[in-house]
């Protein structure tokens, strides 16, 4: 059975799932160069290059104040959002915390948020307020692949990390949700027995979030805007790094 397409199934992703069987099935070192070229290519789908999304239209509040939630989110007829803009949307919740962090309110401002709804709020439980300010409540299982890539992130709380740290850390785990959900949906790799899925798994995410951390560059403007454009872009280059993985 392939992929669902009220999960956003495509040629793409069912190439990308029958990849990933075969490799769970290998237990090789490493991830193959088939599964790491169908998974760029399934992730690039809907934008190759990475675009500018208006801040404004990331927003949960603009998606809800429009009166489409679907809209906002850049889906159509129900398919999946392009991998860079939601790359761009929970980016914004890790400009949130740094702002949050720094006291600054032009930034909070852009973003939509009060720091008044935040009172009394530390760690994750302002965390998951932020996340749930921006990104609202996941209604889609791709929206919530961006809600867990970002609380992922936000928990690991890694020493020293930087805001460019964090978003080439959350594209990692973001790329690695969107494809837990095709793989989620395909009944032959949920007959797979746990232990080769959780090997795959551990296997993959480390193979991504390598090859994400290698191209990401610093992160020099700050604004929310810069923020998303940052992440859109570094998204749209793993999905051609991963491709062209030999």
């Known amino acids: 059975m392939g992929t669902s397409s009220a999960y956003g199934g495509s040629s793409s992703w069912n190439s990308a799932v029958s990849t990933a069987i075969a490799d769970a099935e290998s237990h090789s070192a490493s991830v193959s160069s088939s599964f790491a070229r169908e998974l760029g290519r399934a ?3 809907g934008d190759s290059f ?25 889906r159509e007829s129900g398919g999946t959002p392009p991998f860079t803009r939601d790359a761009a949307r929970g980016a914004l919740v890790f ?6 962090e720094a006291g600054d309110a032009a930034v909070l401002t852009e973003l939509g948020v009060d720091l ?6 530390t760690g994750r439980e302002l965390f998951a307020e932020l996340a749930r300010l921006i990104l609202g409540s996941p209604s889609h299982p791709d929206d919530l692949a961006v809600s867990q890539a970002v609380l992922a992130t936000l928990a690991s ?11 080439a850390q959350f594209v990692a785990a973001l790329a690695w949700q969107r494809a837990a959900v095709q793989l989620a ?5 949920r007959d797979r027995a746990k232990t ?18 290698q191209i990401a560059d610093v992160l020099a ?4 805007q810069e923020v998303a454009n940052y992440a859109s872009d570094l998204a749209a280059r793993a999905c051609h790094e991963f491709s062209e993985e030999l």
């Open 185 to 189: 949906s395909n009944r032959s790799w």
């Open 116 to 121: 008044r709804q935040l009172q009394g709020l």
């Open 221 to 224: 403007n700050r604004s929310a």
């Open 95 to 100: 400009a949130a915390v740094e702002a949050v």
């Open 196 to 213: 080769t899925i959780r090997a795959f798994e551990a296997k993959a995410k480390g193979w991504i979030r390598a090859r994400v951390t």
């Open 157 to 167: 709380g890694e020493p020293g990390a930087s805001l460019s740290d964090r978003i």
């Open 43 to 45: 992730l690039a789908r």
């Open 50 to 74: 990475g675009r500018s999304y208006p801040v404004p239209d990331l927003l949960a509040s603009r998606r809800s104040g429009n009166g489409s939630s679907t809209a906002g989110q850049g």
